[in-house]
């Protein structure tokens, strides 16, 4: 694994703990379910102290929502720089995000966290509709953002068990057919 893969993007004086936690969870994914692992284990294994543990995170699945959401804010920026694109185009970006993060997917699918991407993608896809990133139809926001969240958790779950061997390209081109013939 690389630990500089996984790392938090906010510079707020605990990004060094926070990354070395973040790669030392990662890691331990590697070897058992993630409630197997103990905060004292997890910390002992990222070098750092339980306090320090504490005073950046609640638990363990709050390291991940902020991790999700510190890479979400990185990933809407660049969004917002090229929405100008056609939405293929934001489509392959986006599951080119999901493919770097294809690891911590992994881990989240086979620990039956499903409904922790499908909550995230919720906010997510909320947000890019509000920044109109992604654009709103006919059909109500809420059925609309329901169904891609919902839906596109689902094509992770596949695209996981097929080892994320599509390419981000071929992602996107499934995902557009879906929206646009479904």
């Known amino acids: 694994m690389d630990t500089l893969k996984f790392t938090f993007p906010v510079n707020n004086g605990n990004e060094i ?12 994914l590697n070897e058992k379910p993630i409630r197997q692992i103990s905060i004292v284990e997890l910390c002992k294994s990222a070098g750092v102290s339980r306090s320090s543990f504490y005073w950046n995170f609640e638990s363990k699945e709050d390291m991940l929502r902020k991790y999700f959401n510190s890479q979400f804010l990185v990933l809407v920026r660049h969004l917002q720089k090229v929405k100008k694109q ?12 999901l493919h770097w993060h294809s690891e911590l997917i992994d881990h989240l699918i086979k620990n039956n966290m ?46 996981s068990n097929h080892d994320f061997r599509e390419s ?14 479904v």
Do not use: P
């Open 17 to 28: 703990a926070r990354n070395f936690l973040f790669a030392a969870l990662v890691k331990l």
């Open 114 to 159: 499903e409904n922790f991407l499908r909550e995230h993608l919720y906010s997510y896809i909320t947000h890019l509709m509000r920044e109109r990133i992604i654009l709103e139809t006919n059909v109500s926001h809420d059925f609309r953002v329901s169904f891609l969240s919902g839906g596109i958790t689902e094509i992770l779950v596949i695209w």
């Open 168 to 181: 981000s390209k071929q992602m996107s081109c499934i995902l557009n057919d879906l929206i646009n013939k």
């Open 86 to 97: 056609s939405q293929i185009d934001l489509y392959e970006y986006f599951f080119n995000y």
